[in-house]
């Protein structure tokens, strides 16, 4: 166990529809990250939340918004939902924003047909 | 646009051989980190290099980061088959901007 809690593991929707997927970083953790892994392929950054705040975009998608909590947990809400958002998210917490080692939870597979 | 790349995408080795994966940015870094991810797993933190040069090691495994900053290497000794998984370097630029690179994936034929 990381430390870095995501739920659903497990998510089968159909195209058009929306979801939420969950993320309660380690505790102490400020800093939040969303990550997308299609099959095969490697970390796409997202978004990264610190402290409630957003604090970075990288290639997500207008359909896509996410947002972080007082208690710091985090939501990624995917809408629109097409075949090609099949993959798994990632989200992974620090200590401090910044470089210093991300802990990775154990991702939400999200499969859409 | 900034980008970090990773040589070999794929390597297939005997136990017992050694393993090297290349880790090249576009841009110089500020630092720079691997990742592990076993098979069907989640990527862990391996360990974060920062000076220029810097070499660290964990048992078999060494990292180096380039004297310019733009490069790195992770190499294995010995391969066992525990160190399947696929590798992954991410580099921070000046700009607080973390890139992943697409992944060295490992296997080991027992």
């Known amino acids: 166990d990381s430390g870095v809690t995501q739920t659903p593991k497990h998510l089968i929707t159909a195209t058009g529809q929306r979801v939420t997927l969950r993320c309660s970083p380690r505790s102490g953790d400020l800093s939040v990250y969303w990550y997308q892994q299609s099959l095969d392929q490697g970390l796409q950054f997202l978004i990264q939340?610190?402290?409630?705040?957003?604090?970075a975009k990288g290639n997500i998608l207008e359909r896509f918004s996410a947002q972080q909590f007082p208690d710091l947990h985090s939501e990624l809400n995917l809408s629109s939902l097409e075949l090609g958002d099949s993959a798994l998210y990632f989200c992974?917490?620090?200590?401090?924003?910044?470089?210093?080692?991300?802990?990775f939870g154990s991702g939400t597979r999200l499969t859409v047909v | 646009g900034q980008q970090v790349m990773q040589i070999p995408q794929y390597q297939h080795v005997q136990e017992g051989e050694d393993f090297t994966t290349y880790c090249n940015s576009s841009?110089?870094?500020?630092?720079i980190q691997w990742y592990k991810q076993r098979p069907g797993g989640h990527p862990v933190f391996l360990i974060q290099l920062v000076k220029s040069g810097e070499v660290k090691k964990q048992k078999r495994l060494t990292f180096q980061f380039g004297e310019a900053k733009k490069n790195s290497s992770l190499h294995i000794t010995a391969t066992q088959t525990t160190d399947v998984g696929t590798y992954f370097c991410a580099g921070q630029t000046s700009y607080d901007k973390v890139i992943f690179g697409p992944g060295t994936s490992l296997s080991v034929i027992p």
């Open positions: 939340y610190y402290n409630g705040e957003e604090r």
């Open positions: 841009t110089t870094l500020s630092n």
């Open positions: 992974a917490s620090s200590v401090v924003t910044g470089f210093h080692g991300y802990t």
